[in-house]
């Protein structure tokens, strides 16, 4: 695909961009080096007041952010402002942070004085989705700027009029020129900007099939990077949890995003004692929901960002039904609409074997399973490839502590939906990835811990 704004709730397209050719990428990054150069020197305090004032513009313009992210990836529109305040957050917590967070850490050894100092790399590129077109770019941006690292975007192909408007944020914020730029481009033109010296790591939120090439492509430089891919989450509700409450936060927790988030609970593990009355109760939810216009304020779920992500997306649904797993609601697109929509959807009975119990299912599908206690409820919440977040919900302590210790995954929820925080670590294990964004720990990951021992 080339790079587009496409309106996926039409399908029409409203704009197109050609790709940079090769030797604008090399005058990018070359403005990046030499940005680098002038920006590493910059006091702490001074990007601190930058990223305020890109806070302060994201926060005042978030209608025309919300409308833009809107019409290129089909969020709502509400859910689209949201995040451009959550980005003013994060910018807001690392320009109060970052200074204590990059403080230099004394040790005590055999030195007169030794001590952790924390130093910028230098080019960092960023390789992001348009699921969360301005929240995956400005939670890397914030932490690495801070750092007084430089950025370089290569956004989805979808989102590009997101890509320019995040630039143009960080240039009105007074960043200097060349410390942030977007780099309109498709995939087969990352591994050249990876392999170049002066690009000093990676960092992709993304597919296991772009993660796999890009950290590929940074193993054979000897590059560090980041990766922040799918998961599968588990939402676990045990007899004893408060039902309304985990009935409620599921449909958030499924369908937030129209359904496309990494963190979205997608396996519902139930104990058997509940499972019949959260079956029935989260049917009759997303049975109530409206599907539509991502633009009107009423509109609950829009349509999903790509034709080819609905494509994918049924015919797992197709190979699951074909299996004998059964429908409670939804289980195809919506023929009666033009533009990518997909209906929430429920499946349950879901034979071992199905797409449902090792594939990461991207839109409105809740797979429902049961099981008879706390050992099968994680047993089967770890049996995935993946290992983001996972939500559980019990109000029996012991049991709590257990589900802590023994899921395999980057975070753990009790009694609430998996999210992400500016002041919690976010990331995940397994085939989820590897690194953390977020957090002390998001801005500790693309520096130079630099060791300082004196005699
Ligand atoms: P994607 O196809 O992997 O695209 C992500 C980015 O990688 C895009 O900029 C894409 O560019 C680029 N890309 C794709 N293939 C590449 C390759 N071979 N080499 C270099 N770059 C490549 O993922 P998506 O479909 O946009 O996003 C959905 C996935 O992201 C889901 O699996 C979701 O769970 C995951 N995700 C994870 C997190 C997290 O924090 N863990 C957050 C959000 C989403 P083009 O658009 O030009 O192809």
């Not at 529109?77 to 305040?85: D, F, V």
């Not at 206690?373 to 049991?399: K, V, Y």
Request: with cysteine; glycine share 8%.
């Amino acid at each position: 695909m080339g790079i587009a704004t496409v309106n996926p709730a039409t399908g029409s397209e409203i704009k197109t961009f050609e790709p940079l050719s090769s030797t604008q990428v090399q005058d990018k990054i070359a403005r990046s080096q030499q940005a680098f150069q002038q920006y590493r020197r910059t006091e702490i305090s001074q990007r601190s007041k930058w990223l305020l004032a890109a806070a302060e513009i994201l926060e005042h313009d978030k209608q025309k952010f919300g409308e833009i992210m809107t019409t290129e990836m089909g969020k709502t529109l509400k859910s689209a402002i949201a995040e451009a305040q959550k980005c003013a957050w994060v910018c807001r917590y690392y320009a109060e942070h970052a200074a204590e967070f990059l403080a230099d850490l004394p040790a005590s050894t055999d030195a007169s004085q030794s001590f952790v100092r924390y130093q910028p790399l230098g080019i960092i590129l960023a390789v992001m989705p348009w699921n969360f077109p301005f929240w995956q770019v400005f939670r890397f941006v914030a932490p690495a700027l801070m750092a007084g690292n430089v950025g370089l975007l290569k956004h989805a192909s979808n989102v590009p009029q997101c890509a320019l408007a995040i630039e143009e944020i960080i240039t009105q914020a007074g960043f200097p020129e060349g410390v942030f730029q977007t780099l309109l481009i498709g995939s087969s033109q990352v591994e050249a900007i990876v392999n170049d010296e002066r690009v000093r790591a990676v960092t992709l939120t993304g597919s296991e099939l772009a993660g796999a090439a890009i950290a590929s492509s940074a193993g054979k430089q000897i590059k560090k990077a980041v990766l922040e891919l799918g998961g599968s989450d588990p939402y676990i509700v045990l007899e004893s949890a408060d039902l309304e409450a985990a009935v409620d936060t599921a449909v958030v927790a499924r369908l937030l995003n129209n359904g496309q988030s990494c963190i979205a609970a997608k396996r519902f593990i139930l104990a058997d004692a509940i499972a019949d009355e959260f079956e029935q109760r989260l049917v009759e939810k997303f049975k109530g929901l409206k599907i539509g216009d991502p633009m009107a304020e009423d509109t609950d779920v829009g349509p999903l960002a790509t034709p080819s992500i609905l494509q994918e997306l049924d015919q797992l649904v197709q190979a699951c039904i074909e299996k004998g797993a059964k429908v409670l609601s939804g289980g195809h697109p919506l023929s009666d609409h033009a533009g990518n929509f997909y209906p929430p959807t429920i499946l349950t009975d879901i034979p071992p074997g199905t797409p449902a119990y090792k594939e990461e299912f991207f839109g409105p599908v809740a797979l429902l399973f049961r099981v008879a206690n706390l050992d099968q409820a994680i047993e089967l919440a770890n049996s995935t490839p993946f290992g983001l977040g996972a939500s559980a919900w019990t109000t029996d302590t012991e049991q709590a502590n257990r589900l802590i210790e023994e899921l395999e995954a980057g975070a753990v929820f009790i009694n609430g939906l998996v999210k992400s925080d500016p002041r919690l670590p976010f990331g995940g294990i397994k085939r989820s990835g590897y690194g953390r964004e977020l957090g002390i720990q998001g801005i500790h990951e693309f520096v130079n811990i630099k060791t300082i021992w004196i005699k």
